[in-house]
């Protein structure tokens, strides 16, 4: 009895899902620059079946990311509306932020590689992630919890820049820096 069309786009889904997870994994820890191969043997298929759902690496990377900036901003309005404070769903919210940016090995170098596929990256985390930190800087301002002036490119851009991590300053002291950060926004009463 030969498969129905539904079985086998399920199926052509799991692969996709299998490879992206696989992906996100293998460029933790090896960056995006990462051999496919790894990534095939990680996700236990064949090197042509990640070729036939990402023809480029430009691909895979964007679509690895899209998915977790997708995830990223989708957590605002859940956090907004299961935290007991704006303030405190804007924290949860930076620090699922913070995780993303210090756990993705070669993000920054992808972002600033010059290749035309992935050009759109940076356009992508503004365009999605900005809106939902704006979201969450505007119940806090409406519940008198964040100092003036304030604005969701400004945070993420300094948020951004104190995840550069080095030889001397590695994730923790990242995580401590933005904590301290998000601290002096808050208004006091």
Request: proline fraction near 4%; charge should be negative; hydrophobic fraction near 45%.
């Given at each position: 009895m030969p498969e129905t069309v539904g079985v086998r786009q399920a199926q052509a889904q799991r692969t996709r899902g299998g490879v992206l997870?696989?992906?996100a994994a293998v460029f933790v820890d090896q960056g995006v620059q990462a051999p496919?191969?790894?990534i095939a043997e990680?996700?236990?298929?064949?090197?042509?079946?990640?070729y036939?759902?990402?023809p480029t690496r430009a691909d895979l990377v964007t679509a690895v990311y899209r998915h977790q900036i997708d995830t990223c901003a989708a957590l605002a309005p859940r956090l907004l509306e299961d935290s007991a404070s704006p303030f405190t769903a804007l924290t949860r919210w930076v620090d699922a932020f913070v995780e993303f940016l210090v756990t993705k090995h070669g993000l920054g170098a992808a972002l600033g590689s010059g290749d035309a596929g992935l050009e759109n990256l940076h356009s992508l985390m503004?365009?999605?992630l900005v809106?939902?930190?704006a979201t969450l800087l505007d119940a806090c301002a409406?519940?008198?919890?964040?100092?003036?002036?304030?604005t969701a490119y400004t945070l993420m851009r300094a948020i951004g820049n104190l995840c550069i991590t080095g030889p001397d300053y590695?994730?923790?002291d990242a995580k401590h820096m933005v904590a301290t950060l998000l601290a002096g926004c808050r208004r006091r009463a």
């Amino acid at each position: 009895m030969p498969e129905t069309v539904g079985v086998r786009q399920a199926q052509a889904q799991r692969t996709r899902g299998g490879v992206l997870a696989a992906a996100a994994a293998v460029f933790v820890d090896q960056g995006v620059q990462a051999p496919i191969r790894d990534i095939a043997e990680r996700a236990g298929v064949g090197v042509g079946t990640i070729y036939r759902h990402f023809p480029t690496r430009a691909d895979l990377v964007t679509a690895v990311y899209r998915h977790q900036i997708d995830t990223c901003a989708a957590l605002a309005p859940r956090l907004l509306e299961d935290s007991a404070s704006p303030f405190t769903a804007l924290t949860r919210w930076v620090d699922a932020f913070v995780e993303f940016l210090v756990t993705k090995h070669g993000l920054g170098a992808a972002l600033g590689s010059g290749d035309a596929g992935l050009e759109n990256l940076h356009s992508l985390m503004l365009d999605t992630l900005v809106p939902a930190c704006a979201t969450l800087l505007d119940a806090c301002a409406a519940a008198d919890e964040l100092s003036p002036g304030i604005t969701a490119y400004t945070l993420m851009r300094a948020i951004g820049n104190l995840c550069i991590t080095g030889p001397d300053y590695e994730q923790a002291d990242a995580k401590h820096m933005v904590a301290t950060l998000l601290a002096g926004c808050r208004r006091r009463a």
